[in-house]
Structures are given as structure tokens and as C-alpha cells.
């Protein structure tokens, strides 16, 4: 087992094995959740609720900071000057 000090071969096999389980482990919780997301209907309702909101304020960021991305879709005068004043 991994044990030894001083060989440089002996640490870095250790090493691997570590990296090598921590993978597996990995791998594991990601079969976990992939099934419980494709037998639960109230886990992907509710990813799907959060990935919503976070698309929607990235639309309402966008469309605030960069002023539609220099579209302006107003018909009147006086709409369209607030976003080219902000």
C-alpha cells in the first residue's frame, strides 16, 4: 500500500491511485444524479425552473447594459432617445 517516503516512483503511484479513485467516485455521484434526474419528475421541473430564471436575467442584463445590443425598436422620438441616453 502507500505507505513509503523518499521513492520518487512509489509517491507518484500513490498519487495516481488517488487521482484514479477520486475519478471513479466522481463518475459515481454522476450516474447517481443522472438517474434520479431521469426517474424524478420533480427534480427536472425543478432544474428546469432555475435554468429559466437564470436565462431570464441574462436576457433582462443584456438587454439593460447594452441597450439591445444597439437595436432600437421604438417607433416614437422620445422612445427612442432613453436608450441611447443610458
Known amino acids: 500500500m ?16 488517488f487521482y484514479r479513485a477520486n475519478r471513479d467516485l466522481g463518475r459515481i455521484f ?6 434520479s434526474y431521469l426517474s424524478e419528475p420533480r427534480l427536472r421541473a425543478r432544474i428546469r425552473r432555475g435554468l429559466l430564471k437564470v436565462e431570464q436575467l441574462h ?16 417607433r416614437e422620438l422620445r422612445e427612442q432617445r432613453t436608450p441611447v441616453a443610458a
Open 59 to 74: 436576457a433582462l442584463a443584456r438587454d439593460i447594459y447594452y441597450g439591445r445590443r444597439g437595436r432600437i425598436n421604438a
Open 30 to 35: 454522476k450516474t447517481e444524479f443522472l438517474l
Open 2 to 17: 502507500c505507505s513509503g517516503t523518499g521513492n520518487f516512483f512509489f509517491i507518484l503511484h500513490c498519487a495516481r491511485l
